[in-house]
């Protein structure tokens, strides 16, 4: 059973608000009492817009999963896509004060040696940086959680989103801790997504 839990009574109601919980396949009430689930893209940087006309963010973090618990001010779990690493000080700068200590965040960047996991400690909270090599975020969640597939395939989104949440609570592994200035020596060129892509 789905819970009645509202997006604006949690640490994603100002998110919401701002119009940056884009492309959603999932915003609402998990199966948990008073939790909700986010999957889609949070957009870091508007383009300029022209009248009324709705463009993509210039600059979002994709494939986003997160859930938020009514009554907490801060989002408990969030993982995602950084197309680059320099793109961590957006995130955290637009996620604010929503972000916690007590919060488990991973972010799989596409420009960091895919041998390397780093712990980066930024506005007020610890990120994992990981390579992303399964080509989905949600791959590579599920592997670094030791969570199965085929367990989960029976499951909806909601249902998907509570187990992969539930899991990372318990994540204690520690990697390297760097700086953000750190990182930025160490990541790689920004690839393209756009190229070799049919026109």
Do not use: W
């Not at 993982?79 to 680059?84: E, I, M, R, W």
């Not at 712990?119 to 959680?145: K, S």
Request: hydrophobic share 40%.
């Amino acid at each position: 059973m789905t819970s009645t839990a509202s997006i604006m009574n949690t640490a994603l109601a100002r998110l919401e608000s701002e119009g940056r919980l884009v492309n959603s396949v999932l915003k609402g009430p998990t199966h948990k009492p008073g939790r909700v689930g986010f999957r889609g893209d949070i957009a870091l940087k508007f383009q300029a817009k022209l009248a009324d006309e709705a463009r993509p963010p210039e600059i979002s973090t994709d494939q986003i999963i997160a859930v938020a618990e009514e009554g907490q001010d801060y989002i408990a779990f969030m993982a995602g896509f950084l197309l680059s690493f320099e793109y961590l000080k957006m995130l955290a700068e637009v996620v604010g004060e929503s972000l916690s200590p007590k919060g488990k965040y991973f972010m799989f960047c596409d420009n960091i040696d895919l041998s390397k996991r780093y712990q980066v400690d930024f506005g007020g909270a610890t990120f994992y940086i990981l390579p992303i090599d399964e080509a989905t975020v949600y791959n590579e969640v599920l592997e670094l959680l030791y969570l199965e597939k085929t367990e989960l395939k029976r499951l909806d989104t909601a249902g998907k989103v509570d187990a992969i949440a539930d899991k990372a609570v318990f994540f204690t592994e520690t990697f390297p801790k760097i700086t953000y200035e750190e990182g930025l020596k160490l990541m790689g060129p920004v690839r393209n997504l756009y190229e070799n892509r049919p026109v």
